[in-house]
């Protein structure tokens, strides 16, 4: 029977009885309608603004990397936190040990020069220690008596300068009084004599200080010695111990290190002398009391970079204004600027390779955290502990280069033949991990949508990155 004779209540059912045999689920359709409501749309629906993966999904995956990363940072920092505390309780023995290493960098080359001639390793070694201390009690020798002498006639002309200050500040701008300047001379000498038991604890722990460095300089010239003769042994030993892929690799990064570590030494050690030499020169012609001495301190001063020398041409700029007026201080000044300016634009970049070179900033906060810590020792060991820290950061990072196939190993100028092989290694590795990643996307476009989903990794994998 047509539909148009029924009746509009038996119509409308009819109609509903016809779109209810529909497909509910047929794609690019909806649910039907209820009775009375517009009709469904015809065709597939219109695309929204989230047609790709869910957006859910990609937030927490990126929410899960940076948790990831903030997890590896926090353990890294707990395991320096262990290695500090610890260091922190053995410092007495691993004072020695840095140290012997660094004079070893600058004696090394003096014993390699003996085996050559034919001395066996332990006649070298003893050569080159008797010879190096008989240098340095040559010059502590020839420096003290002039010390001496005329520390006496700096004294008495310090006082002549105290008396200008107080007849400067009697002046204008201060106008202070003979009573005034006696009742601030006589609190200051009071709040000393207070001290008198602080000054006397400080003195014991003074002499304490002093018998520790005497233990600690017996122990660095037996641990130099050591260094020096079976220093050629070492890499081996490593190599043994630790196998063959962790042993090229250390020794690569060692080697470096030694490298490096000895060439900033020596280098300083030009450069210091240099300055000493051109500053002594300059303190002798104006007939500066202790002019050997303070180009002594130059020379010692140059081995902590920057503050170094400005420390030690302070003091040389104050002596020359304590016993001979402003007007020798200010060439005093104007040498030592001098001096400091060649050393700065000439003789660091021609002695120094590009390697070698770190920021003044990073050199800065070097010495600055070393001497809060460690005070003198912690800012001579400051720039050396930075120059080989700053190896291994760029050794790891063309590790990460070959693993990452930015370069190869024929780009890298490796310092060891065990270097060589480390690199051809991490190449051939990542070569091989591009192709199974590539075969794995083969298998994934063109395989079942399980296949293109692996299963979510468990937390140590997660927490490792081996996702």
Same mark, same amino acid.
């Given at each position: ?116 001639? %034919? =001395?066996? +390793? ?5 050569? !080159? &220690?008797? $010879?190096?201390?008989? #240098? /340095?009690?040559?010059? *502590? ?64 722990? %003074? =002499?304490? +200080? ?5 233990? !600690? &300089?017996? $122990?660095?010239?037996? #641990? /130099?010695?050591?260094? *020096? ?7 081996p030993w490593v190599r043994r111990v630790t196998g063959r892929t962790v042993g090229r690799h250390l020794t ?216």
């Amino acid at each position: 029977m047509p539909t148009h004779d029924l009746p509009h209540e038996a119509r409308a059912a009819a109609s509903l009885d016809v779109r209810a045999e529909e497909p509910a689920d047929e794609p690019g359709h909806r649910p039907p309608p209820v009775p009375g409501s517009r009709p469904r749309p015809e065709g597939p629906p219109a695309p929204t603004t989230n047609v790709g993966i869910d957006r859910m999904r990609v937030v927490g995956d990126g929410l899960r990397f940076v948790t990831a990363w903030c997890l590896r940072a926090v353990i890294i920092a707990a395991a320096l936190w262990l290695v500090w505390w610890v260091l922190s309780r053995v410092w007495f023995g691993v004072l020695p040990i840095l140290l012997a290493l660094i004079v070893a960098t600058l004696l090394a080359p003096v014993v390699a020069l003996g085996r050559r001639i %034919g =001395l066996p +390793a332990s006649l070298a070694t003893i050569l !080159t &220690l008797v $010879l190096s201390f008989a #240098l /340095l009690v040559g010059v *502590l020798a020839g420096l003290v008596p002039s010390i001496v002498t005329q520390s006496r006639e700096i004294f008495g002309q310090a006082g002549e300068g105290v008396d200008q200050v107080r007849r400067w500040i009697s002046g204008p701008p201060l106008n202070l009084d003979d009573a005034q300047i006696d009742e601030y001379l006589t609190s200051a000498i009071s709040w000393i004599q207070e001290r008198s038991s602080e000054a006397a604890g400080a003195v014991a722990s %003074g =002499l304490g +200080a002093v018998g520790s460095a005497l233990v !600690t &300089l017996g $122990l660095m010239v037996v #641990l /130099l010695f050591f260094f *020096l003769k079976d220093g050629p042994k070492f890499l081996p030993w490593v190599r043994r111990v630790t196998g063959r892929t962790v042993g090229r690799h250390l020794t690569e990064a060692l080697t470096r290190m030694w490298t490096t570590l000895g060439g900033f030494i020596r280098t300083q050690a030009i450069v210091s002398a240099v300055d000493a030499v051109l500053i002594g020169a300059g303190l002798l012609i104006l007939q500066v009391p202790l002019a050997l001495t303070l180009a002594v301190l130059t020379f010692l001063g140059g081995f902590i970079p920057i503050v170094g020398a400005v420390v030690a041409g302070g003091i040389a700029v104050l002596v020359a204004l304590v016993t001979q007026g402003f007007t020798s201080a200010l060439i005093v000044l104007a040498i030592v600027i001098g001096v400091q300016q060649i050393e700065g634009n000439v003789l660091q970049p021609m002695l120094q390779g590009r390697s070698m070179q770190m920021h003044p900033g990073i050199v800065l906060l070097a010495v600055a955290g070393g001497s809060t810590l460690f005070g003198i020792i912690g800012a001579f060991l400051a720039v050396p502990f930075a120059a080989t820290f700053v190896v291994g950061l760029r050794y790891l990072s063309e590790q990460v280069d070959l693993r990452s196939g930015d370069v190869s190993a024929a780009e890298i100028p490796f310092a060891t033949p065990e270097g060589y092989v480390a690199g051809a290694q991490a190449e051939h590795a990542a070569t091989s991990a591009r192709e199974a990643e590539q075969a794995a996307m083969a298998v994934a476009q063109h395989g079942s949508v399980a296949s293109a989903a692996p299963p979510r990794p468990g937390f140590l994998a997660w927490l490792c990155g081996r996702h």
